[in-house]
């Protein structure tokens, strides 16, 4: 999978979940070959396509994006 795919499904699925999602609701939705993403990925769709990572339940990050953001 080419990074653009990556951030397409991503950018798509947070777009359709405004409440947002962990990476593990990501990975299983979206079937992603991923265990862990990877961090210069993830550093790129924060400055691309504004991703913000906030603390949820535990140790889980709840990713989201802005709605306006396509």
């Not at 924060?46 to 989201?64: D, F, N």
Request: glycine share 6%; aromatic share 8%.
């Amino acid at each position: 999978m080419r990074y653009t795919e990556f951030r397409d499904r991503i950018q798509h699925q947070l777009q359709r979940t405004p409440t947002g999602m962990t990476w593990s609701e990501l990975r299983e939705t979206l079937n992603l070959p991923y265990r862990r993403p990877c961090p210069s990925w993830v550093a790129r769709l924060e400055k691309e396509i504004g991703l913000t990572r906030t603390k949820g339940h535990g140790r889980a990050l709840v990713w989201k994006v802005p709605l306006e953001s396509e």
